[in-house]
């Protein structure tokens, strides 16, 4: 597949650098080009299925408030929501979880989709929709449009944070939570870079394709994280006129003012619910993996992990069932990276609080305030 030169582009964020603020500029960005330009054209390594499938997955589509949205399901038993990472009409999509939601299907009724203006699901109808509450209520209605009653929710980088965010305000929906690799709902507590920002000096422009592959692996960690066909479905997404519009309403402010503006007091306001109210009592897994870049400092020789962990200390202030795993030699992506023990992991979690429920919370925990 070729396209001409200069007309796609896209947001290099995976996911988001680890302070917060980087976080926030990042949702402002121009999109960058899709493609490295060979002789005046570009060329794609892999065909690309129509609805960007990747996998050998069959992807669907439903309608959730006007919205059009693609989802993978798969399996049977009880319900498993996936929310990938990266920022509006950015370069992730529910095609991340492609190497998870077989195994996963064995054991849950999976469903995976693409967030509000990301992938191929379409763009909110209301400008100011384009925010992490926005997206958190979104997700909630595609539960709903679905009737899937109490899930199981796994929310990965910023989609970590829009699963906290709706476990907060509909801890009804939400019968576990999991929330994998740093996000914006973590407290911002690195001092000084990280070491993403020290290594993105060494990749090419961050304006051409091989720049933003390039970050992304450094962010992936280990170099069989992703294929030739999940990048070619991941520029055919980022290309689509809906995307470029999206980015368009995102330049021009849309999403203000708790896009950016007001989010840090958003976000104050979440952590007093979990941290003095006790909201959440669900049992709660943090998964994180030991090389993570976006949360490791460049001046520290390894990886502290020092904003995962101060999530886990809010969620665990009324919380006496929250774990947290480590994937050792695992990057952002630590999911793909290692889709066998994460899947046994993540079914280990929660088939222990089905086998023992006398060990759900009953209350709130009473540690040191």
Same mark, same amino acid.
């Given at each position: 597949?070729?396209?001409?030169?200069? =007309?796609?582009?896209?947001?290099?964020?995976?996911?988001? !650098?680890?302070?917060?603020?980087?976080?926030?500029?990042?949702?402002?960005?121009?999109?960058?080009?899709?493609?490295?330009? =060979?002789?005046?054209?570009?060329?794609?390594?892999?065909?690309?299925?129509?609805?960007?499938?990747?996998?050998?997955?069959?992807? *669907?589509?439903?309608?959730?408030?006007?919205? !059009?949205?693609?989802?993978?399901?798969?399996?049977?038993?009880?319900?498993?929501?996936? $929310?990938?990472?990266?920022? @509006?009409?950015?370069?992730?999509?529910?095609? &991340?979880?492609?190497?998870?939601?077989?195994?996963?299907?064995?054991? %849950?009724?999976?469903?995976?989709?693409?967030?509000?203006?990301?992938?191929?699901?379409?763009?909110?109808?209301?400008?100011?929709?384009?925010?992490?509450?926005?997206?958190?209520?979104? $997700?909630?209605? %595609?539960i709903e449009t679905l009737?899937?009653?109490?899930?199981?929710?796994?929310?990965?980088?910023?989609?970590?944070?829009?699963?906290?965010?709706?476990?907060?305000?509909?801890?009804?929906? &939400?019968?576990?939570?999991? =929330? $994998?690799? +740093?996000?914006?709902?973590?407290?911002?507590?690195?001092?000084?870079? +990280?070491?993403?920002?020290?290594?993105?000096?060494?990749?090419?422009?961050?304006?051409?394709?091989? #720049?933003?592959?390039?970050?992304?692996?450094?962010?992936?960690?280990?170099?069989?994280?992703?294929?030739?066909?999940?990048?070619? +479905?991941?520029?055919?997404?980022?290309?689509?006129?809906?995307?470029?519009?999206?980015?368009? *309403?995102?330049?021009?402010?849309?999403?203000?003012?708790?896009?950016? *503006?007001?989010?840090? +007091?958003?976000?104050?306001?979440?952590?007093?619910?979990?941290?003095?109210?006790?909201?959440?009592?669900?049992?709660?897994?943090?998964?994180?993996?030991?090389?993570?870049?976006?949360?490791?400092?460049?001046?520290?020789?390894?990886?502290?992990?020092?904003?995962?962990?101060?999530?886990?200390?809010?969620?665990?202030?009324?919380?006496?069932?929250?774990? @947290?795993?480590?994937? /050792? /030699?695992?990057?952002?992506?630590?999911?793909?990276?290692?889709?066998?023990?994460?899947?046994?992991?993540?079914? #280990?979690?929660?088939?222990?609080?089905e086998r023992h429920p006398?060990?759900?919370?009953?209350?709130?925990?009473?540690?040191?305030?």
């Amino acid at each position: 597949m070729s396209i001409t030169n200069g =007309i796609n582009q896209r947001l290099a964020l995976t996911c988001h !650098r680890p302070r917060r603020t980087e976080w926030l500029k990042a949702s402002a960005l121009a999109l960058v080009s899709l493609f490295v330009l =060979i002789g005046g054209q570009v060329e794609a390594r892999a065909a690309v299925n129509s609805d960007a499938s990747v996998g050998g997955l069959t992807a *669907k589509f439903v309608d959730v408030r006007g919205v !059009r949205t693609r989802y993978y399901e798969m399996g049977q038993g009880e319900p498993m929501v996936m $929310i990938h990472g990266g920022s @509006m009409a950015g370069s992730s999509t529910a095609n &991340v979880f492609s190497r998870n939601i077989p195994g996963l299907g064995k054991r %849950f009724h999976v469903f995976a989709l693409d967030r509000l203006a990301s992938g191929m699901t379409g763009n909110p109808l209301d400008d100011k929709n384009y925010n992490y509450a926005s997206e958190a209520d979104f $997700i909630y209605q %595609f539960i709903e449009t679905l009737k899937l009653g109490p899930v199981h929710l796994v929310g990965h980088s910023a989609g970590g944070a829009i699963a906290f965010f709706l476990a907060i305000e509909h801890p009804e929906a &939400v019968k576990t939570l999991v =929330i $994998i690799a +740093a996000g914006p709902e973590d407290p911002d507590v690195i001092v000084g870079p +990280a070491k993403l920002d020290a290594s993105l000096t060494k990749c090419p422009d961050q304006s051409s394709y091989e #720049g933003l592959k390039c970050r992304v692996t450094i962010l992936a960690w280990l170099p069989t994280t992703f294929d030739d066909e999940y990048w070619a +479905a991941d520029a055919y997404m980022a290309s689509q006129p809906k995307t470029r519009e999206a980015r368009a *309403k995102l330049n021009a402010g849309a999403g203000e003012p708790l896009r950016t *503006k007001e989010f840090r +007091a958003y976000l104050a306001k979440m952590w007093d619910r979990v941290r003095n109210d006790g909201v959440l009592q669900m049992p709660v897994l943090l998964y994180g993996g030991k090389n993570d870049v976006l949360d490791w400092g460049a001046n520290d020789e390894t990886a502290k992990m020092q904003r995962e962990l101060a999530l886990f200390d809010i969620i665990a202030a009324r919380n006496t069932n929250v774990q @947290m795993i480590i994937q /050792n /030699n695992g990057g952002h992506f630590m999911y793909r990276e290692y889709p066998g023990k994460f899947n046994a992991d993540l079914i #280990g979690f929660i088939d222990y609080y089905e086998r023992h429920p006398e060990r759900k919370p009953q209350g709130n925990a009473q540690g040191p305030r």
